[in-house]
């Protein structure tokens, strides 16, 4: 069992910055990718940024210049750093690890999500 769990969302101003949190636990024998997904109501969820095992990352034009992603594989957790945030930002922001078990299987997770809301 691998459990997913996102942190740090809230409410900031425009042009503002913050930062989240994905902490994975459970049977993990190695992380594939860890990524940050969003979404807000009538949208898709759509893909913000991910981040693999060696450190490479990608990101949603949207987002690149102005989000950071990255991860500590030794504490399974991935951080996404937010900056010059717009209130077209705002969405729920979900976690998806893709891992391995004691199997050696690949599986995905996702987490419970953290809202993020970019208003005056």
């Known amino acids: 069992q691998v459990q997913i769990v996102e942190s740090g969302g809230g409410l900031v101003q425009p042009g503002g910055s913050l930062t989240l949190s994905c902490a994975a636990s459970?049977?993990?024998?190695?992380?594939?990718?860890m990524g940050w997904y969003r979404q807000t109501p009538g949208k898709q969820r759509e893909l913000v940024a991910t981040?693999?095992?060696?450190?490479?990352?990608s990101y949603a034009g949207s987002v690149k210049g102005r989000f950071t992603i990255s991860s500590d594989n030794a504490k399974n957790t991935a951080y996404l750093q937010m900056s010059s945030l717009k209130p077209e930002d705002t969405a729920v922001y979900y976690c998806?690890?893709?891992?391995?078990?004691?199997?050696?299987?690949?599986?995905?997770?996702w987490g419970q999500g953290t809202q993020v809301t970019v208003s005056s």
């Open positions: 998806n690890v893709v891992c391995r078990d004691s199997e050696r299987s690949p599986r995905s997770y």
């Open positions: 459970g049977n993990i024998f190695s992380i594939v990718v």
């Open positions: 981040v693999t095992s060696d450190g490479r990352t």
